[in-house]
């Protein structure tokens, strides 16, 4: 008997286009979901008393439960299939965003970000998965490219959400913002649907690509990683810790430290993803011709270190500068240091590795929104006592000099003799090696 999935003819571009759109929709509501708070943290604070460190926990508690899942998010998806696990994880994105904006009970609000970090993260790896069907051997690093740029166009929305939804709802309350955030989880499930939808459709009337296996975390494969896997580890941990848990507050200390509205606030803190979406592109074309990819890391480590410094309120130096720094170095080191793994690992490892700096990325975060929280309470940083924000600037330039400091071995390393030529690997290479 003929195999009449075979016969079948493959999706036409315009159906697949119009799944990437659909699909990046979910990612664009996850995305916004999590960062719907960034704007009104102070008001966590004068509004629901919460301290602090309670405010970066809304952030941490939810690194806990991406931990807690990306241990077992993987084989889920693989068991239920790609539009399942979307609209599933999905659902809970809508649930959390829910949860979190419908009670003043700091306990129910904080169970509504766990359950985001149950929802989100997952949905991050089955949007990713469901991609490679529809996009195996055509175009699919720019769908994936595409796909991330709508997501971060969620974080963008947030942070200016005081600028362009200040006539949608009330920015004096807490609660106006996050009720956005819930209608970012109604058009995260919406899309949900029309992608089970249209996979459902296409399932009958065309031949899909298999999703590739998901990347699960294989704890035998941690003790046959090189040395130089490590030093990227290291790089991963210091730099994204010293990135998103400042995002946590950097309205609330833009507001508090140095004056600002909150419109503008929201939109010094929204220069970082939008530079990510501009420059991280251009600069893995960059680092392709190039190489130097042990140097680019250690560049974009280090300009972490002014961008805080400059931020200390005592200096009236403008916020501008810093913010930019921050927006480059977010752009240049992800470019660089995830393709960078590849060179470093065996291809069967991949998954293996990569689930590890997710993870790794995941403890940054808890540690980082916990401490500043602890030296925001510790030294009484507020409106009245602006510099008592000093700490929080020192600790994450700290992380600036640990990021140049694994960024400095993993070059020495490639350097060496036992390197992966990191440093050398250009376009050219690559092609004559294959």
């Known amino acids: 008997m003929p195999d009449t999935e075979a016969l079948r003819p493959e999706p036409s571009a315009t159906y697949r286009w119009i799944v990437l759109v659909v699909i990046s929709l979910t990612m664009f509501g996850n ?5 719907a708070i960034n704007p009104v943290t102070d008001l966590f604070k004068t509004q629901l ?3 602090d460190q309670e405010i970066g926990r809304l952030n941490s508690i939810y690194s806990v439960a991406a931990v807690v899942v990306l241990l077992i998010g993987g084989i889920i998806i693989d068991r239920l299939g790609t539009k399942i696990s979307v609209l599933i994880f999905s659902i809970l994105c809508l649930v959390a965003a829910i949860l979190t904006v ?15 970090g149950l929802g989100a993260e997952p949905l991050i790896v089955a949007v990713t998965t469901a991609l490679a069907k529809w996009f195996k051997g055509k175009e699919l690093s720019f769908a994936f490219g595409l796909n991330l740029t709508v997501a971060r166009l969620g ?15 009330d920015f004096g309350n807490w609660r106006g ?4 955030g819930v209608a970012a989880g109604v058009i995260c499930v919406i899309a949900a649907v029309a992608y089970w939808m249209l996979e459902s459709t296409a399932a009958r009337r065309y031949r899909l690509g298999r999703a590739t296996e998901t990347e699960k975390l294989v704890f035998g494969d941690l ?6 896997f ?9 730099f994204y810790s010293a990135v998103f848990p400042f995002r946590t507050f950097a309205v609330k200390f833009f507001i508090e430290g140095h004056g600002t509205t909150r419109e503008l606030g929201g939109q010094l803190n929204s220069i970082i993803p939008t530079a990510a979406i501009v420059a991280t592109p251009l600069f893995g074309l960059l680092v392709d011709r190039i190489g130097r990819r042990g140097l680019l890391m250690i560049f974009g480590s280090l300009l972490l270190v002014p961008a805080y410094l400059l931020m200390l309120p005592g200096l009236g130096v403008s916020l501008y500068p810093s913010t930019i720094m921050l927006g480059i170095a977010f752009s240049l080191v992800p470019a660089v240091m995830w393709p960078s793994v590849a060179y470093i690992v065996e291809e069967n490892r991949l998954g293996t590795a990569y689930s590890l700096m997710t993870l790794i990325q995941q403890i940054g975060f808890f540690v980082m929104n916990e401490l500043i929280g602890k030296l925001n309470d510790r030294f009484g940083a507020s409106a009245a006592n602006p510099d008592a924000y000093a700490p929080m600037l020192y600790a994450l330039s700290a992380l600036g000099f640990v990021g140049v400091a694994f960024a400095v071995m993993l070059r020495a390393r490639e350097s060496g003799p036992y390197g992966h030529g ?4 250009t376009t050219k290479t690559a092609v004559a090696e294959s």
Request: proline content about 5%.
């Open 223 to 228: 003790f046959r990683f090189g040395v130089s």
């Open 177 to 180: 913002p996050l009720t956005i």
């Open 102 to 116: 419908a009670t003043t009970v700091p306990s129910v609000i904080l169970a509504g970000r766990f359950v985001l």
């Open 422 to 425: 990191l440093e050398r690997i």
């Open 230 to 238: 490590f030093f990227v580890v290291g790089l991963c941990f210091a």
């Open 155 to 169: 974080s963008v929305a947030a942070d200016n959400s005081p600028t362009w939804a200040k006539t949608i709802v």
């Open 31 to 35: 995305y916004y979901i999590y960062d």
């Open 49 to 51: 008393g919460f301290s």
